[in-house]
């Protein structure tokens, strides 16, 4: 994580430099992909009153960056405050990320029993035309295959078989 440290109309001291890099060094316990943080601190004057100004600017490898200002008549508390939102935006974050992952269901896989155990693989070519179950399923019963692989006209692969019971089943 690149930190890159900025002072705007005030010098900033290397025990506030410190702080800073200890307070952002925090928010790498969320695992994120944070390519480097701006900290950018300012005196500033927010509806009258004087005070300190810090913004963190958050850049997140693949997504927008996530920045966070925070106004106090303490430089000290207004690091601290903005980096506790900044952990909670970040907390937030990986949370979605976790909790939210967007799997394909698990299809469950065709068992095929033969009497010969063969390591031989042998590919086969789809048809690039689309077939509808019926016509897969009149395919199926004119010939001595024990399933059809073909896309429906949505574009999604299908998978007819023949049960033991002489019934079709659809993948």
Do not use: C, W
């Not at 928010?27 to 009153?49: F, P, T």
């Not at 106004?71 to 937030?92: F, G, N, S, V, W």
């Not at 896989?109 to 897969?136: C, H, N, Q, R, Y």
């Amino acid at each position: 994580m690149n930190i890159s440290i900025v002072s705007k109309h005030i010098d900033l001291t290397d025990a506030l430099k410190g702080h800073i890099e200890n307070q952002l060094y925090q928010l790498e316990k969320y695992h994120l992909d944070i390519v480097g943080v701006r900290a950018i601190a300012s005196s500033a004057e927010k509806n009258g009153k004087k005070g300190f100004e810090i913004e963190f600017v958050i850049q997140l490898g693949g997504r927008d960056s996530v920045v966070i200002r925070q106004h106090d008549k303490d430089l000290y508390a207004a690091i601290d405050l903005a980096t506790e939102r900044a952990k909670k935006a970040l907390r937030r974050y990986h949370d979605k990320l976790k909790n939210h992952k967007h799997e394909k269901p698990v299809v469950p896989a065709l068992v095929v029993e033969t009497e010969e155990a063969s390591d031989e693989i042998v590919e086969m070519a789809l048809d690039g035309k689309p077939m509808t179950i019926e016509e897969a399923a009149a395919q199926l019963r004119s010939s001595d295959e024990l399933f059809v692989v073909f896309h429906d006209p949505d574009g999604e692969m299908r998978i007819l078989f023949k049960r033991k019971d002489g019934k079709l089943g659809l993948y």
